[in-house]
């Protein structure tokens, strides 16, 4: 193999440095995040003051628990310039799976339904990492067709009926909203994956390749990181979290049924965007992924208690994202951006096009 | 061998270099658009056998009603992702022309008018795409998911829970006619847009400068191609596309409601990529996207007559465009370089 080509496109990644400005916004886009995300809090409070009760807060926290999660493990796969678009069909199938097996099993204890959602999630997640890590096929295909497959298989599984309350156990759908210490279970399993990812994030030698990888995966690969290893295991994380979410899904609306979570993969990505996570690779850490899902969570459960209409919601949360990714690109300064991972290119390439 | 000495007695030089490599029949499964030509057969055959109405001319006309409006809208989305911009948008923009149309409709505007509002407003949508990701730089794919979120909302905003219904004849005249009593008016607009959109891309300059720029843009602007105003216009053409298939679809299903066209951008991007488009850019064909939209269609209307839910389908869908893309990849046995 020659070296040409390769010295070529180390050329072409090498326009992702940034300038002290916007090196200065990056260091401080978190704390900034979260000034805006109080200041938000307040102004609400000060037109609703039930918004600042406990309880209140306390629901906000449940409320986006689920989003906290998944926006965790969609950053690791993000900063590998890859996208999981599968997490919320995978989230239903495994939902599906666990809510048909406590409807089966009555008397299997809980942990044995979570374990076997999150082994489901991983499974799922797996075969997503082996076609994108090992084939080398780009993420945002696979994902793509892998989502109709798992949503599909989810009506193929339950026949399109819908596991409603009445078939699950008691103990099945009170895990999520017990407490423990005051917080729902869903509060602290996601505060446990977020310490679990900013240790991986931040002191696993599997984390920091993953930035290596996504910053530039030429130079990764000369470094001697094993890229399809590493994309196999980010996408069954990321599967295995959203296998575990299925069951808490599931268990939280105590119903299951082929649509759940329909869509939910997108904004879950739009979580990650307002979090300051670059979707060209290697730019984003777990407090961006947090802040942006609790952005999110702050303006659906807000807008109520200021009486707007919750029509509004959507346009507001597209408005909120335009305004975040034009942010955060001009703190990036960046010419090029890439929407698409350039280094499949070449393989993708030879697919399409006819080899004479 | 002996017609390479003639030729190199006559040219005297030791080889040939020809234009084009030679015709081999292996050669042809090595395109995609073969591939799919030859898929497109076995889908057809295999429904000719086991299902008695299949061949049926009037079902088969009809059955083009379930693509036509999508694949409208993945001729441009082929152009953009040729050119390595995406754009998610393209169902909300739907919702948003429909919306609009709806209240033209209410105050009064004729039916010719508002067909110049669906599309005018489709345009306007990509003006905004076009302009954040150019002006701004931003990645196409971030973008157009915000702005989806966006224009869905405003669609939802206007419309509450309500719906707008009571639209002029003329547009279901063209949502749900037929030319001749046999030839459904969308199929016939789709294969029209398809000509044009195949004559732009393989019979124009801008068509190979769209290939330029998707094979390498910074090579591309430096040789002089105004990149921007390719991507920009190219957002616009998308928009206005998504305006005349959300005319096409209000006409047919002859109301608006919130939840108009949901989840059809996957499922246009799915179409545009089993077509034979790479994702990262600079190749792909308008004929493999018409194979792949005919190919689809011609499933999806199989499963429908062998009262097979719409749902399995969905999984068809997602496992040809795996297994087309891995089966390639997995033959040749080689990782990427």
């Known amino acids: ?356 | 061998m002996n017609t390479m000495t003639e030729a190199a007695a006559v040219k005297t030089s030791r080889y040939e270099i020809a234009e084009r490599g030679k015709f081999h029949v292996a050669d042809l499964l090595n395109h995609w658009e073969c591939l799919l030509a030859l898929l497109l057969l076995i889908v057809f055959a295999v429904n000719c056998v086991l299902l008695p109405n299949f061949l049926d001319l009037y079902n088969l006309a009809d059955s083009s009603f379930n693509f036509s409006e999508k694949a409208l809208i993945a001729l441009p989305m082929a152009l953009l992702i040729i050119c390595r911009e995406i754009d998610i948008s393209v169902s909300a923009i739907i919702a948003l022309s429909s919306v609009t149309m709806g209240m033209a409709n209410h105050y009064g505007v004729p039916a010719l008018g508002l067909f110049a509002v669906g599309i005018g407003t489709g345009a306007l949508c990509g003006v905004l795409n076009g302009i954040l990701v150019t002006r701004f730089t931003l990645p196409s794919i971030v973008v157009t998911i915000g702005s989806m979120s966006l224009f869905r909302g405003l669609a939802s905003v206007v419309l509450g829970d309500q719906a707008f219904t009571n639209y002029p004849d003329l547009l279901a005249v063209w949502g749900q006619g037929y030319f001749f009593d046999v030839l459904p008016r969308p199929f016939v607009v789709l294969v029209v847009a398809a000509a044009l959109f195949a004559l732009l891309l393989h019979g124009t300059v801008w068509g190979r400068r769209i290939y330029a720029i998707g094979n390498n843009p910074v090579a591309a602007r430096f040789s002089g191609i105004a990149v921007d105003r390719y991507r920009l216009m190219l957002f616009i053409l998308t928009g206005a596309m998504a305006g005349l298939a959300a005319c096409l679809l209000t006409g047919r299903i002859g109301s608006t409601r919130p939840n108009i066209a949901m989840g059809w951008e996957l499922e246009i991007i799915t179409m545009v990529i089993l077509g034979g488009v790479s994702i990262s850019g600079g190749a792909g064909t308008i004929g493999g996207v018409m194979l792949a939209v005919l190919t689809l269609g011609m499933v999806t209307y199989g499963l429908a007559l062998a009262n097979i839910p719409g749902i399995i389908m969905t999984i068809v869908v997602g496992l040809l465009l795996l297994i087309t893309i891995a089966v390639p990849r997995l033959l040749r046995g080689k990782r990427k370089p």
């Not at chain 1, 940034?18 to 000060?46: K, S």
């Not at chain 1, 703190?331 to 280094?343: D, S, T, Y």
Request: glycine letters at 10%; hydrophobic letters at 55%; a positive charge.
């Open chain 1, 1 to 356: 193999m020659s070296l040409k080509p390769q010295i070529v496109s180390i050329a072409g990644h090498c326009s992702q440095w940034a300038t002290p400005a916007g090196n200065l916004l990056r260091r401080r886009r978190e704390p900034l995040l979260a000034l805006l995300i109080t200041l938000l809090i307040l102004l609400v409070g000060v037109r609703a003051p039930v918004f600042l009760s406990l309880h209140s807060m306390d629901n906000l926290l449940t409320d986006s628990a689920l989003t906290i999660m998944l926006a965790l493990t969609q950053m690791l796969v993000i900063v590998t310039r890859g996208i999981d678009l599968s997490v919320a069909s995978n989230l239903a199938l495994s939902g599906m799976m666990s809510a048909l097996l406590a409807m089966h099993f009555p008397h299997l204890p809980v942990s044995l339904v979570i374990a076997a959602a999150l082994c489901v999630g991983l499974l799922l997640g797996l075969v997503n990492g082996w076609l994108i890590g090992y084939l080398a096929l780009p993420p945002i295909v696979v994902t793509l067709g892998s989502m109709s497959v798992y949503r599909g298989l989810v009506f193929v599984l339950s026949g399109g009926a819908w596991v409603s309350s009445r078939n699950m156990p008691a103990d099945f759908i009170a895990f999520p909203l017990a407490r423990l210490a005051g917080l729902t279970h869903l509060v602290w399993l996601a505060a446990l994956a977020l310490v679990a990812l900013w240790y991986v994030v931040r002191h696993t030698r599997f984390g920091r390749d993953l930035y290596a990888i996504g910053n530039d995966p030429v130079a990764a690969g000369y470094v001697g990181i094993s890229a399809p290893q590493r994309l196999l295991w980010t996408y069954g994380l990321s599967g295995a979290m959203a296998g575990l979410c299925g069951y808490l899904w599931v268990a939280r609306y105590a119903v299951a049924y082929s649509e759940i979570a329909y869509g939910f993969e997108l904004t879950v990505i739009a979580a990650c965007v307002i979090g300051g996570i670059s979707i060209a690779g290697g730019i984003g850490n777990v407090s961006g992924a947090v802040l942006g899902a609790l952005f999110l969570a702050v303006i659906n459960n807000a807008l109520p208690m200021v009486q707007i209409s919750p029509f509004w919601q959507s346009a507001l949360t597209g408005l909120v994202i335009l305004s975040a990714v034009i942010i955060n690109g001009r703190g990036e300064k960046k010419r090029h951006k890439q929407i698409l991972p350039l280094h499949f290119h070449a393989s993708t390439a030879s697919i399409s096009r006819s080899s004479p």
